[in-house]
């Protein structure tokens, strides 16, 4: 039986599902609907008949378990990566790049495309280090795992422990126990930690998330009016699809940044901000006819185009949200 996530999620994690269902959400190397890969299971009865028109199967295994909050994706993602290991072919990676190894050699795993600078350095022994196809590992980076770095990522002068990085993806600075999308950049200095990032997501220079309270308290989320119990003392924030944060962005431990916003200099500090807000002095509303123009043009740089039904499940999601 594969290891599969429940469709039961707890809402803090809709900024980055908005465009997807959960189990097509990467937790590891893989999001769960890939590690199905023609095995026909997959979870959440509600979403049975759509993963049978993606893959023609009918065969469902049903939810079980608790459900998923932002917390239980952080604490499971090096066991994820680990497991997701034996998916990989294996013909296609090597343990032994032309780089600074420590640890386990059997716990490295470069893909022979991948290019490291000899100045670089794999940690391996805290968990595996798996660099994808085509990624690109800059001198003076540390990756300590578990870590996966996806395909054709950039890393630049970045310290990564207990994180994965996906497609396109283009880091720098300090990265812990985070999971991040692809096509997002958080490519300067500044902390990301016990976060979760959606795709498309740019950070500014020096954005910073704090992940644990002066006093060691308990770390509560707060959700269109409704606050949550994380149950931890370590989180920091959940940053939804498509967000853009100004240089020097501070963020307080357990903010939710929802899907389409931005946020910039000399805005008002909240625990949570909503769908396509637009963050200066003045807060007002990202119109979404110019977010749609701005995510073509910005994803015509990593020569990719929006789906015809992500730009209609926006304007639904937009017009259903602020009209």
């Known amino acids: 039986m594969l290891n599969v996530l429940s469709d039961l999620y707890e809402e803090t994690l809709l900024p980055v599902l908005r465009l997807k269902p959960l189990f097509a959400l990467a937790d590891g190397i893989f999001s769960p609907l890939q590690r199905a890969n023609g095995e026909c299971r997959v979870a959440g009865h509600r979403l049975a008949l759509f993963y049978k028109e993606v893959t023609g199967c009918d065969k469902v295994v049903e939810p079980e378990g608790e459900m998923t909050t932002p917390g ?11 497991q997701d290991i034996s998916l990989l072919d294996k013909n296609d990676f090597t343990h032994k790049p032309s780089c600074s190894i420590v640890g386990n050699t059997e716990n490295i ?3 022979k495309s991948a290019k490291l600078s000899p100045l670089c350095e794999l940690d391996a022994t805290g968990g595996p280090v798996i660099i994808d196809e085509g990624a690109e590992i ?3 980076s540390l990756l300590r795992g578990p870590v996966y770095i996806g395909k054709h990522a950039i890393i630049d002068r970045a310290f990564i422990s207990s994180s994965r990085a996906g497609t396109m993806a283009r880091l720098g600075g300090e990265i812990s126990d985070s999971l991040i999308g692809s096509f997002s950049n958080k490519h300067h200095e500044g902390f990301l930690g016990h976060s979760i990032v959606g795709d498309w997501v740019n950070l500014g220079a020096l954005t910073t998330t704090s992940d644990l309270k002066n006093n060691y308290g308990e770390i509560r989320l707060s959700f269109q009016n409704r606050l949550y119990s994380s149950g931890r003392i370590k989180l920091g924030s959940i940053i939804g699809d498509y967000v853009k944060t100004g240089i020097g962005t501070m963020l307080s431990t357990g903010t939710i940044i929802d899907f389409g ?6 805005r008002e500090e909240r625990k949570y901000y909503p769908s396509f807000f637009w963050g200066g002095e003045n807060a007002t509303l990202y119109e979404v006819d110019r977010f749609l123009s701005d995510a073509s043009k910005i994803m015509a740089r990593r020569k990719q185009e929006m789906p015809p039904y992500a730009a209609l499940l926006i304007r639904q999601f937009y ?4 009209t």
């Open 261 to 266: 916003s931005q946020l910039f200099t000399g």
């Open 109 to 111: 795993w470069v893909h």
């Open 138 to 140: 800059s001198a003076f």
């Open 319 to 322: 017009s259903s949200e602020w």
């Open 72 to 82: 239980m994706l952080i604490d499971s993602l090096g066991k994820k990566i680990e």
